[in-house]
């Protein structure tokens, strides 16, 4: 069974830094595209920015130029880092990988959520 694990959630002050890590575990021999989605209440999830091969970068207008993701293949994990934090980015953030070719059948995976709380 293929697991993803978040950590680094928590609250801060507007302005302020986070950085998320996601570990994927499991036997895993090839992950395409990891990431992270964020959804606030009331509201629809929605793509924050994932990374495909470990190189390629995709991100919401939203978060451009404050977030940055990156990954270690080799860890299978990615992270998020969170600049300059607005009240807007508050939401559940949740780990997504797709493309997964493991011993487990599924294709894609989900983080079971972490909380981020940007008070102004």
């Known amino acids: 069974q293929v697991q993803l694990v978040e950590s680094g959630g928590g609250s801060v002050q507007a302005g302020g830094s986070l950085r998320l890590s996601c570990v994927a575990s499991?036997?895993?021999?090839?992950?395409?595209?990891m990431g992270w989605y964020r959804q606030a209440p009331g509201k629809e999830r929605e793509l924050v920015a994932d990374i495909t091969r470990g190189v390629i970068t995709n991100y919401a207008d939203s978060v451009k130029d404050r977030f940055i993701v990156s990954s270690d293949n080799a860890k299978n994990t990615v992270y998020l880092q969170m600049n300059s934090l607005k009240p807007e980015d508050t939401a559940v953030y949740y780990c997504h990988a797709d493309g997964v070719v493991a011993v487990a059948s599924a294709r894609e995976y989900w983080g079971q959520g972490t909380q981020v709380t940007v008070s102004s």
């Open positions: 499991g036997t895993i021999f090839r992950i395409t595209v």
